[in-house]
């Protein structure tokens, strides 16, 4: 990092916008009262604007505007607006603009490890699980090791919202067997791209709003992307009728919110503290908007839009189980993907075990209330 690097954007315009006022104040009387302008915090989004997790992006911003009266603003920007979808981790380190709503995964043509926090192997952890690893289980040491450390960055960031399994995703035609994958030219990102090549799909990383084009286009013939929202959003109904849940590929990712080192250290503690806690705010607000919203959807996409909505077959999901059993030892082969697995792994045998000891069959007590709503 060059010593321009420093003096950033916003780290200029901030303390200009200091300097500034205490100028002018010492030229007022006494009594006046120096009104000022609130910081400006440019913040650009992985989503275009018709995705949900826009909205969710907005719901951090006015959390924080309004935690910190009103003296701080978060521009929510969507993607494109200023880089592309999958370049806002190098517009933040290089300063273009200050802070970034998107997923780890995104970066993971720079390291694969970024795939290891919110995408990685499935061992037993749900996304909640794995956000209490990043918090509590070591995780976020390991997540500035990486970024700072291993990378160089000037980077800080946090995660918030704990995503729910994502889909296997949107097929033509009925998919029930391993064998019925074979050749698929499939959409998916980071490890999960590792994955499905051992199922034997041949895979394309694309952004979301780039999905349903090549699927119209025949760039690809089957994709997953989230959740039923943005898929409904993205317009998967209109391109394919077979939707299968539940899947092991993406089953424990959160947002990443992604700040200037530079910058963040600038800012007052108070208004530190509001951007670093507002994600811990927002991450309850956004839960649930996601169950409000996905189940709805859902429901959407299979009463009105005549989709077909099915589990993942088990044969699928124990391939999926196998297929990160050959891909593991080859990750490990770096040491440092070796730690942050290790650290995964005894974080999961420990809270899973008291998690799942722990819960009632909640299916055993939706089938007594909802009888043979849910066809496996």
């Known amino acids: 990092m060059t010593e321009n690097k420093n003096l950033n954007r916003r780290s200029f315009l901030t303390k200009s916008a200091v300097a500034g006022g205490a100028a002018a104040g010492g030229m007022l009387a006494a009594p006046a009262v120096l009104a000022q302008a609130p910081l400006v915090i440019k913040m650009q989004t ?47 380190n290089d300063g273009l603009i200050d802070a970034a709503h998107s997923v780890p995964v995104y970066w993971y043509g720079k390291n694969k490890a970024a795939s290891l926090f919110g995408t990685g192997p499935v061992f037993g952890g749900s996304a909640t699980t794995m956000l209490s690893w990043f918090y509590e289980g070591g995780g976020q040491a390991l997540y500035n090791e990486l970024t700072q450390d291993i990378m160089g960055l000037d980077v800080v960031g946090y995660m918030g919202f704990p995503m729910f399994a994502q889909p296997f995703g949107w097929f033509k035609e009925e998919v029930n067997t391993v064998a019925d994958l074979q050749g698929f030219k499939y959409r998916t990102v980071g490890l999960a791209a590792d994955l499905m090549a051992k199922l034997g799909m041949s895979v394309a990383q694309l952004p979301g709003g780039e999905i349903v084009p090549a699927m119209e286009r025949g760039v690809i013939d089957a994709f997953e992307f989230n959740n039923p929202s943005s898929d409904k959003d993205f317009g998967a109904q209109d391109v394919a009728k077979n939707y299968y849940l539940s899947s092991y590929h993406q089953a424990s990712e959160s947002f990443e919110f992604l ?118």
């Open 259 to 376: 700040f200037s080192k530079t910058f963040l250290e600038d800012l007052d503690p108070d208004i530190q503290a509001i951007l670093k806690y507002g994600v811990e705010a927002v991450s309850t607000a956004n839960t649930a908007k996601a169950m409000n919203r996905y189940s709805a959807d859902l429901q959407f996409l299979q009463n009105d839009a005549g989709v077909n909505v099915r589990r993942t077959s088990k044969e699928i999901l124990d391939a999926q189980l196998k297929a990160w059993d050959e891909l593991i030892p080859e990750l490990e082969t770096d040491p440092f993907m070796k730690k942050c697995l290790d650290s995964q792994r005894d974080w999961v045998s420990r809270v899973s075990y008291y998690e799942l000891m722990n819960a009632p069959d909640y299916g055993l007590a939706y089938e007594h209330y909802f009888p043979g709503k849910i066809k496996l």
């Open 46 to 92: 992985s989503w275009n604007d018709a995705n949900i997790w826009q909205d969710f992006a907005r719901d951090y911003a006015s959390r924080v505007e309004e935690m910190s009266g009103g003296r701080v603003k978060v521009d929510v920007l969507p993607a494109g607006a200023v880089v592309a979808a999958f370049q806002v981790l190098d517009a933040v």
